[in-house]
């Protein structure tokens, strides 16, 4: 834990009390979306402290030409980046003309945030005294709109509380913004035209290169005491900007307040040359609507969502608020109603790995949409993946593969590789198999097959063709080997035979091979069809076959597990327990190379493996691998504490799976891995879900039923989540001893509980 600050309460994520040192912390941890456009919980005033200022357009990205000293071939040329988007947000507030701004008030008080979950908006109250020596009582509260996902919605109020003042309202929008993160300073956005009319304001922006057009615009209204009031504000506008200034004498105790409504409207839903009017659209419709009725349209939207996605924890407050942040922050950047869109690993909360899509969409994401949302949202996931199957093949292409072989993208935005560091774009091949999970998942969850022979089997056919073309005979094993790649544990690179990335490319080609027969013998149209688009022969898949049948595994008879990879026992096996607190973490304070030499392990791999196909081994061989890896792991990835913990649920080590479920659900809360000013880790928060339906709560699919082994950390009294199985809701309520179901429907539902069927009756509590 590095931050605790953060107030611990059910439903809302709070701070007290101003300390600079938090502000871009914060700024990640209270950032706040609509799945279409998010941004950092910047203030709306101005501030000259040190600030992380973030807004993000949902599938709006840059092709940030990579900095390298040297170039490779096959290497990518660019890393798609998130783009800082026009800021609409910003208010600058002027008392007795001087600036409201918190890094230079003479004095901060009643400073408060709070991140309201359940209703799905942030608020921040303080009063100042400003160099000035006036002291006001300032009120701010903002939402984007689950409703209208185009708009965003600002309720700022200041009130005088020691004399009379004359306050400013300054809103503005300006596209003249800069990216955090980039690599030649590059300008991303060319400013189309700015323009005003009424108390509407608009700026025309496209970006650079991928000529995204967009509109950023705002409209806003005043009031005193609650009542409008009617300011002709003064007008200032240049070629990236545009601002209204409305001034007001205020007595004191006089509440002055302005509701500021601005978003954006994209050429991904309207033709580019009518944004503005779809923008005067989005603004009448607000203004007609007002503030309070679109929160309260709000509330309700978000009610929608806790109905189904809400975890419940009761007798632990910090736990209890560490799994809502996370569903919170996940139907924050995807509710899954787009498939061109999909889930970058921050989100909307910053710009870190670019904002695009890796595998941890396919590996951890997709469970819990599939259980939250109805399994349309899935679907759209593995339509995303379809979609960009041509450009998995060009990948594959570029690197020396042929006949349609498919390496999909480590990171992406339109199918296209976009990472550069090689050790992860030319090694990190392990992805291909999640793609080819996720499709065996979400057929084994929702029992909807008709995905693979409409687009999932020509994903499949070109996944097995590449593991085909990138295994080699070794005649020293007479087995076929993977070499030079990196694991899921990315602090081993260029090792041979890594045992996880060998078992699933095993795997995937076995199950390619399964449903090209299922197709054939059921479904002979779509069969036909794709074989005569993908030229695959029965010799062909003889070939694959060669190579899973025949695929090396490494070993150690002496620790009787599989190894990592062939080197692994050549390494100095300090354990993690050894090494000097003050060392950590090891990618902050050590080279790579010593990484790299070094025994740790960034995440959970050979156990990645275990965790995908437990049902391929027996839990004695599951208490092995995970007694001799875990030792080594030291959990620098977010993806890593939400597989321990499911695992150590499974082994019933209850004390450990609850400690590594708080660290995955508090992870950026607390801030484990000092990096959460750069924003949270969005895609590891469904493996949060996880850790409480799959390790606690031990939910499985089990000869094609719900299975269910629950259990309870002793620190609460009981738990419960909801499931949405086969267009059936199941509500699982587990307390000290027992075990309650809940159905919605009309019909029975057989589970397995302990190994035992239960039929679950609509409408009827169902204890065991």
Request: proline residues 3%.
């Amino acid at each position: 834990m590095n931050l605790d600050y953060i107030i611990p309460n059910d439903w809302s994520i709070l701070e007290e009390g101003f300390d600079p040192n938090n502000v871009k912390a914060s700024e990640s941890i209270f950032s706040i979306g609509n799945g279409a456009m998010g941004q950092r919980a910047n203030f709306e005033e101005q501030y000259s402290g040190p600030t992380f200022q973030g807004s993000y357009i949902a599938g709006v990205y840059y092709p940030d030409k990579t900095r390298v000293g040297w170039w490779k071939n096959g290497y990518p040329e660019y890393f798609a980046k998130v783009l800082n988007a026009p800021n609409w947000i910003g208010i600058n507030v002027f008392i007795n003309d001087e600036a409201l701004d918190l890094h230079t008030c003479k004095k901060i008080e009643n400073f408060k945030r709070e991140l309201n979950m359940k209703e799905g908006w942030l608020s921040r109250s303080f009063i100042a005294t400003l160099q000035n020596d006036v002291k006001v009582e300032v009120s701010v509260k903002r939402f984007l709109s689950l409703d209208i996902d185009e708009l965003g919605a600002i309720n700022y109020s200041v009130k005088p509380l020691n004399s009379d003042a004359t306050i400013t309202y300054r809103p503005y929008i300006d596209s003249g913004i800069t990216n955090e993160d980039t690599n030649w300073d590059d300008k991303f956005w060319d400013t189309l035209n700015v323009s005003h009319e009424n108390n509407q304001a608009f700026i025309q922006a496209k970006t650079m290169k991928t000529d995204f057009y967009t509109c950023t615009f705002m409209e806003s209204q005043v009031f005193i005491d609650g009542k409008s009031v009617i300011i002709e504000p003064n007008i200032s506008a240049d070629s990236n900007s545009a601002s209204f200034s409305y001034s007001y004498n205020v007595k004191k105790d006089q509440t002055y307040t302005i509701h500021k409504f601005g978003g954006y409207t994209v050429d991904r839903n309207h033709d580019k040359y009518e944004l503005v009017s779809a923008a005067k659209m989005v603004l009448n419709k607000a203004t007609k609507t007002g503030f309070s009725a679109l929160l309260e349209a709000q509330k309700n939207a978000w009610a929608k969502i806790w109905d189904m996605a809400d975890i419940t924890i009761n007798g632990d407050v910090k736990a209890q608020q560490g799994i809502r942040f996370n569903i919170f922050h996940l139907n924050q950047t995807y509710l899954g109603t787009d498939a061109r869109l999909n889930i970058g690993p921050k989100g909307f909360t910053g710009e870190k790995y670019g904002g695009s899509t890796y595998w941890d969409t396919e590996a951890y994401c997709i469970p819990f949409y599939m259980a939250t949302k109805d399994q349309k949202v899935a679907r759209n996931l593995l339509t995303y993946r379809y979609k960009h199957l041509e450009k998995a093949i060009e990948n594959a292409e570029k690197l020396g593969f042929s006949n349609g072989a498919a390496l999909y993208p480590m990171v992406t935005m339109n199918g296209e590789e976009c990472h550069n560091e090689w050790e992860i774009t030319f090694e990190e091949i392990h992805r291909n198999g999640a793609i080819a999970f996720a499709i065996f998942n979400y057929h084994r969850y929702t029992g909807d097959f008709s995905y693979i022979p409409e687009m999932g089997l020509e994903v499949l056919i070109g996944i097995a063709r590449f593991w085909h073309q990138r295994a080699n005979f070794s005649t020293d094993k007479n087995k076929y080997v993977i070499l030079g790649v990196t694991g899921p544990n990315e602090y081993e690179n260029n090792v041979n035979n890594n045992w996880y990335t060998n078992y699933i490319a095993q795997w995937c080609i076995n199950y390619a091979v399964e449903n090209i027969n299922r197709v054939a013998s059921e479904y002979d149209t779509d069969y036909t069809r794709i074989m005569n688009k993908v030229k695959l022969s029965k010799a062909e898949i003889k070939e694959w076959q060669e190579v899973a049948d025949n695929m090396y595994f490494p070993y150690s008879e002496k620790h009787n597990v599989y190894l990592q990879q062939d080197g692994f026992l050549d390494k100095e096996l300090i354990t993690v327990a050894d090494l000097d607190k003050s060392q950590r973490p090891i990618n902050q304070k050590w080279s790579w190379d010593r990484i790299l030499r070094s025994p740790y392990i960034k995440q959970a791999d050979t156990l990645q493996g275990f965790y995908f196909f437990e049902d391929q081994f027996s839990t004695e061989e599951l208490k092995r691998h995970f007694d001799f890896y875990e030792p080594f792991t030291v959990h620098e990835s977010s993806l890593s504490p939400c597989v321990h913990s499911i695992q150590a649920a499974k082994l019933d080590r209850m004390e450990q799976a609850y400690t590594f479920y708080l660290r995955t659900s508090r992870l950026d809360l607390d801030d484990y891995n000092h990096e959460v000013h750069e924003g949270l880790h969005i895609t590891s928060m469904a493996g949060t879900w996880m850790s409480i339906v799959e390790g606690f709560g031990g939910m499985r699919i089990k000869n094609d039923m719900l299975s269910f082994e629950p259990k309870i950390p002793e620190q609460w009294e009981g738990y419960s989540f909801k499931v949405n199985f086969r267009n059936r809701i199941l509500k699982v309520i587990v307390n000290q001893g027992k075990t309650h179901f809940e159905l919605d429907g009309d019909e029975d539902l057989s589970i397995m509980v302990h190994g035992e069927e239960v039929i679950i009756s609509p409408n009827k509590l169902v204890t065991v």
